[in-house]
């Protein structure tokens, strides 16, 4: 029976080149002459650190453009409020991956409101479709692909 598992995730050393690209990027601009302005990727977490609230948005734009270019979808950034103090400013944005049980929800229900001949399960950080023909799990993909969802979707293991 044909299946295929939809996920959330991204190519974490894509993520430490973008973010390498973007710290060279920041020490060769001359808007950040001078400023101490850098990047640090911990696991999903990178915090940016300068010494104004407005070289956050720009060093922001930048990691966007970064990722981006990199292959990596931005709708997993997930940016907190800005930091700031006297003559330092940080921001953390959490790198999100894995499909969390809300949004797991929200497809199975989306895909069951649709009323195809397809089954969906719940597996840990994914969702497993099965169905008896390969067309109709070719038409879940398309609609999921239509739907604004908060997270990036993958189709990964397609199975006949």
Not at 1 to 8: A, E, K, V
Not at 110 to 135: C, H, P
């Amino acid at each position: 029976m044909p299946s295929f598992d939809i996920i959330s995730e991204f190519d974490k050393h894509e993520a430490h080149n973008a973010i390498d690209q973007a710290n060279k990027e920041v020490s060769t601009r001359f808007d950040f002459k001078g400023a101490a302005a850098t990047y640090e990727l911990n696991d999903d977490k990178i915090i940016m650190r300068t010494e104004t609230d407005f070289q956050l948005k720009q060093m922001l734009d930048i990691l966007r453009m970064k990722l981006a270019k990199r292959g990596i979808d931005v709708g997993c950034l997930d940016a907190s409020e800005a930091d700031v103090k006297y003559k330092s400013a940080t921001q953390t944005i959490t790198l999100k991956q894995g499909v969390d049980s809300t949004l797991a929800k929200q497809i199975v229900k989306l895909i069951k409101d649709k009323k195809l001949k397809v089954q969906a399960a719940i597996q840990g950080e994914k969702v497993r479709v099965t169905g008896k023909k390969r067309d109709d799990l070719q038409e879940v993909i398309q609609m999921l692909r239509s739907e604004e969802l908060d997270m990036p979707l993958q189709f990964d293991n397609f199975r006949d």
